[in-house]
């Protein structure tokens, strides 16, 4: 098996931080640097994010999402790294040790079922 590298045009990269955020704009997501701290937002607004990412990468996994490109999957994956980041490292939330070397998706799901599972405040 060979690995054939690929480097996005200047188009494509456009039309991939377009797509990327209408996804952020219609699920409401927060826009932040996870570099500095006062900009990290509460956990609720992350918790609530996960909620979207999980349908988000839901779809992209099981390919419902047609017109998603490796390059948009790669920014939605470090995407939700980000959020998890900042879920564990922040706000110290972790997920359980079986969840802690599994794969994004799931660690994303468990933050999204644990919202469903928070009151509001």
């Known amino acids: 098996m060979t690995t054939l590298s690929y480097v996005c045009t200047d188009p494509e990269v456009v039309a991939i931080r377009e797509k990327f955020a209408a996804i952020i704009q219609q699920h409401d997501l927060p826009v932040f640097d996870f570099n500095v701290k006062a900009d990290i937002p509460a956990r609720s ?64 799901a468990w933050y999204a079922e644990q919202s469903k599972n928070t009151p509001a405040t």
């Open 45 to 108: 607004i992350l918790l609530k994010a996960c909620e979207s990412l999980d349908i988000i990468l839901s779809a992209l996994i099981d390919g419902s999402d047609k017109t998603a490109s490796n390059a948009f999957c790669a920014l939605v994956s470090s995407y939700a790294n980000k959020i998890d980041y900042s879920l564990s490292y922040y706000h110290r939330m972790l997920p359980p040790r079986f969840l802690a070397y599994r794969p994004l998706q799931f660690r994303i």
